[in-house]
């Protein structure tokens, strides 16, 4: 009942703003939102983790992120379009994110004690530590590659790269990785932020 | 790192993807990425980060698609109750605004026309007697150009109020 009343209200508003009523109404049911919940929530959210080092920030735009999902109500060819739609939202919340923190925010200062806090990452693989050196694109791809097995044209239409310089910056990317990888003293010590 | 794609690449990738890297791979195809250094990268950075992923996957702990779904019918319904009062507030504001402007004009037009109707009589003494005969014709005037004016300018000020929403 609750739902049904807020989705005819939103409809009053977007009409009002000028938006067309099938939007609105294309809001998914709660059924096909828990099923897709269920389907993707894991893989975005350890997509979260990875491109933002923090994992309270990734719970909290993986909130944002179906909120806003949900609240496009757009409506989407195939299953795949969806899950790209979601992850672009998830890209672009991640990398506001970034520029409002100036960077990837894994530790913070505890005011009771002075020491320093790890706000999830419980385990500071090598890995986790060499993320941090990349650029915030430069995450997205390599884990949209590599961790969701994702296609050149997937990780374009979910990042918003161009689709032909998908191939080149992926490659650039692992490059440093590897670069970072290999080098674990540089990585653990400083680099390029 | 501008060099020449290896064109047994899209081979490994897909080895990677489907799990059968390395032990499930083709001995040729093995090989040939311990002596590629193109394909040797891509094999070492896709292992590594899919091996994070497992361990970072073994420590998910996501709120159930009931609570994920809740929390966004809340908050839809608290924005959507933000945005109609922001409306509401915009049309007060309208007609506060509407009725100031109204006032303002009636009084504007009631001194403009006094002072006038005191020019005309003082000029013309002729018009002097008809005022005479007729005192009350200009305030008759008056409120008629102001109810004229407060018709057209109320629905023009609210109309200018909502179209900037």
Known sequence: MTTTIVSREIALLRDAKGETAEVSSSLMDEEAFRSFYERTSRGLWLF??????????????????????????????????????????????????????????STTIDEATGSTVDHGMDERTDLARAFERLKPRQREMLWLAYANGSSHEEIAAMTGVAPGSVKGLLRRARAKLAELLGNGRSVAEGGER | MNGPI?????????????????????????????????????????????????????????PPAGAAWWRVQMRMERETREAA?????????????????????????????????????????????????????????????????????????????????
Do not use: K
């Open chain 1, 48 to 105: 979260l983790v990875r491109v933002t080092g923090d994992r309270q920030l990734a719970d909290d735009l993986l909130q944002d992120t179906y909120y806003r999902f949900y609240r496009a109500g757009a409506t989407h060819e195939s299953e795949s379009h969806r899950r790209n739609s979601l992850f672009r939202i998830a890209t672009n919340l991640a990398r506001d994110a970034h520029r409002r923190h100036g960077g990837i925010v």
């Open chain 2, 85 to 165: 009062a922001r409306t509401v507030r915009r049309a007060h504001s309208a007609i506060v605004l509407a009725t100031v402007g109204a006032v303002v004009a009636v009084l504007a037009m009631t001194s403009l026309l006094g002072a006038a109707w005191s020019w005309l009589t003082g000029a013309l003494p002729t018009m002097r007697d008809l005022a005479a005969l007729q005192p009350a014709t200009p305030s008759v005037t008056t409120l008629a150009i102001a109810a004229v004016g407060l018709a057209v300018l109320t629905p023009l000020i609210v109309w200018l109020a909502v179209a900037e929403e």
């Open chain 2, 6 to 62: 290896c064109a047994r690449e899209a081979e490994l990738v897909a080895a990677l993807a489907s799990g059968r890297w390395p032990e499930a791979a083709d001995r040729d195809l093995r090989d040939h990425v311990d002596s590629c250094s193109e394909c040797s990268e891509l094999a070492h950075v896709a292992s590594s980060i899919d091996d994070d992923r497992r361990a970072v996957e073994g420590a998910v702990s996501l």
